[in-house]
């Protein structure tokens, strides 16, 4: 498997994780919002493809740019962790990586991954 393939992967379960991919708006967490099938806050979105570079619609519940969004935050943590993936999926959910968060996000992220 490519880098590449694992990557797209690893979002594709992140998003079976988040929201079942269901196309929805969650309050659920007590903070701002979380928008779409990866469960985007708009917050992110916007610093994310500023960073990038990246026009940014707004539309978070479009799923293309959801995805996109999501693609290009998960990136960030793989750099941002030298590349441990444990510790980028640990953060794509919490903002940093968790190591007690290990044991049931990251876990559930990496058994879908492997289910396809």
């Known amino acids: ?3 590449i393939t694992k990557i797209l992967l690893t979002v594709y379960a992140i998003c079976s994780v988040e929201s079942d991919f269901r196309n929805v708006i969650n309050h659920d967490d ?5 928008y779409g099938i990866c ?14 570079g990246q026009n940014y619609s707004s539309d978070l519940m479009n799923r293309k740019e959801n995805f996109n969004v999501a693609l290009m ?11 441990d993936e444990r510790c980028a999926i640990s953060a794509y959910n ?11 996000y990251v876990s559930k ?3 879908r991954r492997e289910i396809k």
């Open 1 to 3: 498997m490519t880098i």
């Open 30 to 34: 007590g903070g701002s919002a979380s």
């Open 109 to 111: 992220v990496l058994r």
């Open 94 to 104: 919490a903002g940093r990586c968790i190591k007690s968060n290990q044991n049931t």
């Open 39 to 52: 469960q985007i806050k708009a917050k992110t979105a916007s610093w994310m493809t500023k960073k990038y």
């Open 73 to 83: 935050y998960y990136v960030y943590q793989l750099r941002r962790y030298d590349g």
